[in-house]
């Protein structure tokens, strides 16, 4: 079965540098979320997106935007990057319908800032 | 705002003994609950879930959790461990509205010893 992916798998960076990462969602799926974890820490919730709007919105800093197209995927977009924002990013996707509060999650892009 | 805790950072224990791994939540809603499993350097994989119906739930690799509504727990546990087991155990609980994040404990890390 197809599942989330995401890209890249790892990205390395400097300080004040950009990056984005990519997200595709599992087919038919509507919702998109994202998850940042940092070292031996629980994944924080970000932010997530329904049917290309935002829908909830966490602990994401304002260096930090999101979006998602119309084809579902989402794109995370960080600016001048910071040596704390070395972590493991997570996209997860659920589907409104049928609601069952799972959510299913990618391997996750691991960011290394420099 | 729901919230969980996990009491135990580590749990070590010797490879085909029992283990419990203890998670409180706190919600003034009715929530939906799970526990995800964290191996190195990978994604986060559902070991079980708790929606509704009987509170004793069984999951992969031979894991149950039992939701007791009166003491909020949703404690994990397995009759007897692998080494293969070894990884960090994350509970989460999302709200019984559609689309709602999940929200983590700060997880266990199992340790098992041969």
């Known amino acids: 079965a197809a599942g989330v992916i995401q890209s890249p798998r790892h990205l390395i960076k400097e300080k004040r540098e950009t990056a984005t990462l990519k997200c595709y969602p599992i087919?038919?799926?509507?919702?998109v979320y994202w998850y940042q974890q940092g070292p031996g820490q629980d994944p924080q919730f970000l932010i997530s997106?329904?049917?290309?709007?935002?829908?909830d919105k966490g602990s994401i800093p304002d260096r930090f935007s999101a979006q998602q197209f119309s084809d579902y995927h989402s794109e995370l977009n960080m600016s001048s990057l910071e040596l704390g924002d070395s972590a493991l990013y997570f996209c997860?996707?659920?589907?409104?319908?049928?609601?069952?509060?799972?959510?299913?999650f990618g391997e996750g892009s691991r960011l290394t800032v420099l | 705002a729901q919230s969980v805790t996990q009491l135990d950072s580590q749990v070590p224990v010797f490879e085909e003994a029992p283990v419990e791994l203890r998670c409180n939540y706190s919600?003034?809603?009715?929530?939906?609950l799970f526990w995800y499993v964290q191996y190195p350097n990978q994604g986060l994989q559902l070991l079980l879930k708790?929606?509704?119906?009987?509170?004793l739930v069984k999951g992969i690799n031979g894991f149950e959790a039992e939701f007791n509504k009166s003491q909020t727990s949703f404690h994990l546990r397995k009759p007897s461990v692998h080494i293969s087991d070894t990884a960090e155990y994350f509970c989460?609980?999302?709200?019984?509205?559609?689309?709602?994040?999940?929200?983590f404990g700060t997880g266990t890390r199992l340790a098992v010893r041969p």
């Open positions: 997106f329904y049917e290309k709007m935002q829908s």
């Open positions: 087919p038919r799926h509507d919702t």
């Open positions: 919600s003034s809603v009715s929530v939906y």
């Open positions: 989460a609980v999302s709200l019984r509205s559609s689309g709602d994040k999940l929200t």
């Open positions: 708790y929606l509704s119906g009987s509170t």
């Open positions: 997860a996707s659920s589907h409104d319908r049928g609601w069952t509060g799972e959510l299913f």
